[in-house]
């Protein structure tokens, strides 16, 4: 057996130790595991990172609504969302984690809704809430990496709910954490169906585009310039780590950073493998997410986007801002 | 294609033809520093301009133009676009055959034989093309196919330009012995791949053996895009 294998059997056997030793602790109420309220914060703002190496209860608090609002400076839309975010608030969790959803509905929904954290575990892990009730989720996150949650595919299922807002990221970091960087940022990719209309109209849903992959608008982050207007800060030498997911339903997105490489990715935010190096676009396909960092050597804006450059004129865009010093010896006019 | 090395610094003059009636400009993607040199190396009709940009990353990477006026997809999607390899130090290692591919789409208004067919930007955006082309025609590597002989390694430099499909990259006859995905040189290949998807905006180098003699078939397998043109031939012999 190559030797390289074995290492990363006792390697993979040493995190296992880790990781389980504290939860068979907590299971035979040996240590009694700490409640954590989850920090829960509006794209592109990443919660805290973890720095705990022993499994918590975390406790994240939930309500879906219904509202009338932007889309574009043209047009609005009735988003479905949560806590009145789209993208849903990203959860950062550890693996061995406890996560206890409270999902509430507020009380002047017309649609029941739900939301499914399936990926983050094993087996099924759906809450569903009539308009006006709240219903409870207890699931343990035994599988680390980067995922979608969303509203379900659970029967009678309505697509209409995952592309009206019903989306978000969980990160279920390894033991300890990742490893720090300076800035942190949740990007989503998402995309609205919605029949044609004038300025200033409120657009209805349409199903027949969503069949036709004729989408209106394919933005980051739910409005078409909410990274344009409002840009992603850093400073030169400074690395950004990225979450970037996308939503879907139709469009796989070539993510990529103009004028930047992508010094480390890990494709559909799987950590347990090392990552893909110096890239310049990277696929990350729809229902997925992606872990990707660069460490910012030139002052200026830069410009994330989708490649797939059509989608650019739909939103699939975001700016980076880094300030700081230039650096002629890499970059210079003639 | 344009080949160098990690280390070197790439001096690039940019002209515009003066008998262009736009402007135009270079964003590549090898290039760290804002617009990947595309906000040093706009050219006016009959300008001209440039820059000096040290190669700090290795890969296979595309190179387009990125000016806003009138609209990026359509730079790109008129044929403004290349591929710059940076190598490791000391360079790959050598191999029998090297050729480059660049898949990309057209987008035209519907026309009559014979007829000068006009860009679409309404097609562009409905992502609906006319033609998906292996370097710039779509019969270039059917008329011209590329050539290797039996026992030899062929290695390809694969540019997926969009503007708007992810790709997937097939030897009808055989799996690739060795993909470098997403066109990264430091990560180990994936090994005996039968499909490799490419984003758009990317690329990847694949290498393979060909043992015996024939005609062996690149495709992109999906949906319609061979009958639109994603199609070429490597003769062996």
Partial sequence: MPKSFLHNMRHAGLISALVMAPCLAINAGLVSAETIQAQLLKAPNVPAPITRTQPATVVVNLEASEWVGLISDDNRYEFWGINGMVPAPMIRVMVGDTVEVNFKNKKDSKESHNLDFGKATDGAALVTAEPGKEAKLSFKATKQGLFVYQSSTAAPFNIQHLLSGMYGLILVEPVGGLKPVEKEFYVMQSEFYMKDGKKNDTLPFSMDKVKAADASYIVHNGHMTALVKVPLRSRVGETTRWFYGNAGVNFESSWHVIGEMLDRVWPAGDMSKPPLESIQSTLVGTGEATIGEFKGEMPGTFVSVDHSLFRTEKGALGLLKIDGPTNPSLFKGL | MIRVMLGDTVEIRMKNDKNSKESHNID???????????????????????????????GVFMYHCATASPSIPEHVSNGMYGTIVVEPAGGLKPVDREYQITQSEFYTKEGGKGETLEFSYENGLDERPSHVVYNGH???????????????TVRIFFTNVGPNFVDSFQILEKPFDRVYIEGSLTAPPAENVKVTKVPTGGAVMVEFKVDKAGNYTFVDPVGNRKDLGAMGLLKVE
């Fill in chain 2, 138 to 152: 779509a019969t270039a590597l059917v008329k011209n196919p590329l050539k290797a002989k039996a026992g030899e």
């Fill in chain 2, 28 to 58: 590549f993607h090898a290039i760290t520093g804002p617009g990947g040199g595309a906000s040093l190396l706009n050219s006016e009709p009959g300008q001209e301009s440039g820059g000096r940009f040290k190669m700090i990353i290795p």
